[in-house]
């Protein structure tokens, strides 16, 4: 036994707030590390105490295990938990910190080093019978092999993953991928294996001891995914659950048998792609405690964290192996915009609301709600890190119970500043194939984003009417008893406020008569409208008969406009603009603050439609900026390296006659 009386989370965000919430409910002290951009983060004042890592990237921080295991020292942590991500499957930094006396939260160094690398782990796998697919060198891919998918040898999130469906397109996805696995995890080495675009994502969770126990704590399904990340998470698997319980018992046995095969101790994850015949075939294990594991905890009624501490302990598993009950789903709710090709954004959180939350970053009860969030009300959305901002877990009797439950809860959330996928998790987990339990990992290229959407949120005109009448409340502020706001006794002209959702703007025009809110024209679709009353927070207004609420929230020059139908948010469009702000014709401008990794063109060079120009890296992932026509690139203001912010101009590119492209 080696006791555990304070412990260092090598992490940020909602990982490490998870993993302070079971070392506070035992009664140990919790320290917590942060780079220069997390330094009023909510883990950092939720721990007993905190240590700086100098920097903001990741290199020069949470991947610097030198700085992290001093930290523990200083702070008098004796042992180390590594979330995920960072450093968590990095067998020298696992080897370095039993060397320091300190114990290390997790699997074996060994065992990291064979299953961290998807390389390894599918040669040793396949030597335990396990059925995996072919691994192919990137330099050996022919016609024969497309399309094929490049991943990452190290890590997991997604990152560093691409589809590549022609040879004319493997060097660059190669070298893309490359870039942003070394970036993410310090290993630019990278592998491909054939690509199966309609599949299921089914995983077992798996817990072993130092004494020979090995647990396989249910499956679950992730195969919603966009980017190869997941998006919505559940347990138990519905492919499992439409097939039988056979393939249950044989998806466990191989995560067990996977486990033995590397003499495994502490929580891991097997994955693996399944289809609908109930055939499956090993992908990777992940050697550590995964994003999604809160559903696993609903459904058994464990603490994982709590059983991690107890293995690295040397405590040993005892009683029966738990099994799932109920039906529990999570979905991560990430600064991004969905439509926009799935863009990470940022900004600072100006208001961050869920309802209805029973529990946090614990298990919750039947028909209960759980929060797991990295962000409050105040925390400021970076570049640097994921742009996931919290999980939210519904946890019911039934599979369609907890989809409409967390479906409900996330429509009434209120998260502004940041533009968030909340809208498409709706419109995710109340969509037929979903609850049909058919949903494979082509969902998103089968039902794009703003198709998905389309219908679903507050019609934009109808937003902007009302952020108009809320802003005019906001202006005037509180009337006299019994004084209609606007009210003139002459007959006046209509007053105008304009409001952009994209690239589209509203201009409303409205005036107050003798019978209320007067409109030189309804917005669209809209036949008769009345104004009931009219607030800075809130408008409730009869629309075709129907009384409707919207609650209204404000930051800098934005208006959210929140209903039970749906949500816009919507930009104040100034009445005069700087003439002195325009840019150049033609001008391509970064869609983020980001790091420009890599320029693909030079100034006079002809360029067409759709072509790559230059690589960002913003929140460890990459992002192509392509030219928007054929045209000439007049000017090129940046280079490799360079830091930019959103709408940094970067390239300028002309057509044929000079004029813009």
Excluded at 192 to 217: N, R, S
Excluded at 439 to 446: E, I, L, P, R, V
Aim: glycine fraction near 10%.
């Amino acid at each position: 036994m080696t006791p555990i009386t304070g412990v260092l989370v090598a992490n940020r965000g909602e990982i490490a707030r998870r993993i302070f919430a079971t070392c506070r409910r035992r009664g140990l002290a919790t320290v917590a590390v942060f780079a220069d951009p997390d330094a009023d983060s909510p883990h950092v004042r939720e721990a007993d105490c905190a240590v700086r890592l100098p920097g903001s990237a990741p290199a020069d921080t949470y991947l610097r295990g030198d700085l992290i295991i001093e930290a523990a020292r200083l702070a008098g942590a004796d042992a180390i938990h590594p979330g995920y991500g960072f450093l968590a499957e990095n067998a020298d930094f696992a080897r370095r910190v039993r060397e320091a006396g300190l114990t290390w939260i997790g699997p074996d160094p060994e065992a990291i080093e064979v299953m961290g690398s998807k390389i390894e782990s599918k040669r040793r796998m396949a030597a335990a019978g396990l059925p995996v697919l072919d691994l192919l060198d990137p330099s050996a891919v022919t016609e024969d092999h497309l399309p094929v998918l490049v991943k990452a040898s190290a890590g997991g999130g997604g990152r560093g993953m691409r589809i590549v469906r022609t040879l004319a397109d493997l060097e660059g996805a190669v070298a893309s991928a490359a870039r942003e696995a070394g970036a993410a995890f310090g290993d630019p080495t990278v592998f491909c294996e054939p690509y199966l675009p309609a599949g299921h994502h089914v995983e077992v969770q798996i817990l072993a001891d130092a004494h020979g126990t090995i647990w396989a704590l249910g499956e679950r399904e992730c195969s919603l995914q966009r980017r190869h990340q997941k998006v919505i998470e559940e347990a138990p698997a519905p492919l499992v659950d439409r097939i039988g319980d056979g393939l249950r018992k044989r998806l466990l046995a191989a995560g067990r048998d996977a486990a033995a095969a590397v003499g495994y101790r502490g929580a891991g994850t097997v994955e693996f792609l399944a289809d609908d015949a109930g055939d499956f075939w090993f992908l990777e294990m992940n050697t550590r405690l995964q994003v999604e594991h809160p559903v696993t905890e609903c459904v058994t009624g464990t603490d994982l964290v709590g059983l991690q501490l107890d293995v690295a302990a040397g405590v040993a598993l005892t009683g029966p192996e738990p099994a799932m009950t109920g039906h529990a789903i999570e979905a991560r709710l990430y600064a991004e915009s969905p439509a926009d090709d799935w863009r990470p954004q940022t900004g600072t959180v100006v208001a961050f609301d869920v309802p209805g939350v029973t529990a946090r970053f614990e298990r919750a009860g039947l028909d209960g709600i759980r929060l797991d969030s990295g962000v409050e009300r105040g925390s400021v959305v970076g570049t640097h890190y994921d742009a996931m901002l919290a999980k939210v877990v519904a946890y019911a009797e039934t599979r369609e119970a907890a989809a409409r439950q967390l479906a409900a809860v996330l429509r009434g959330a209120r998260v502004h500043g940041v533009t968030t996928n909340r809208d498409l998790l709706v419109a995710s987990l109340l969509h037929s194939d979903f609850l049909a339990g058919t949903a494979d990992t082509g969902f998103y290229a089968a039902h794009p984003p703003a198709a998905l959407t389309a219908g679903t949120g507050l019609e934009p005109a109808l937003g902007a009417l009302i952020a108009a009448l809320a802003d005019a409340a906001f202006e005037r502020g509180p009337l006299l008893p019994g004084v209609a706001a606007g009210f003139r006794s002459i007959p006046v002209g209509y007053r105008s406020r304009r409001y952009a959702a994209g690239e589209r703007e509203f201009e409303v025009r409205y005036r107050f008569g003798r019978s209320g809110l007067e409109l030189a024209q309804n917005p669209p679709g809209v036949a008769t409208l009345a104004l009931v009353d009219a607030a800075a927070d809130r408008v409730v207004l009869d629309v075709d008969g129907v009384r409707r609420a919207w609650a209204v929230g404000r930051f800098d020059d934005r208006v959210v406009v929140e209903g039970p139908r749906g949500s816009a948010e919507l930009r104040r469009v100034p009445r005069f603009t700087d003439p002195s702000s325009p840019l150049a014709a033609g001008a391509l401008v970064a869609p983020m603050p980001g790091t420009v990794v890599r320029v693909g063109v030079r100034v006079g060079e002809a360029v067409v439609a759709g072509q790559p120009l230059i690589w960002l890296e913003a929140m460890k992932m990459e992002h192509v900026v392509h030219a928007p026509a054929a045209g000439t690139v007049a000017e090129l203001p940046v280079e490799a390296g360079q830091q930019v912010g959103q709408g940094t101009p970067l390239a300028v590119v002309t057509g044929a006659d000079g004029a813009d492209a």
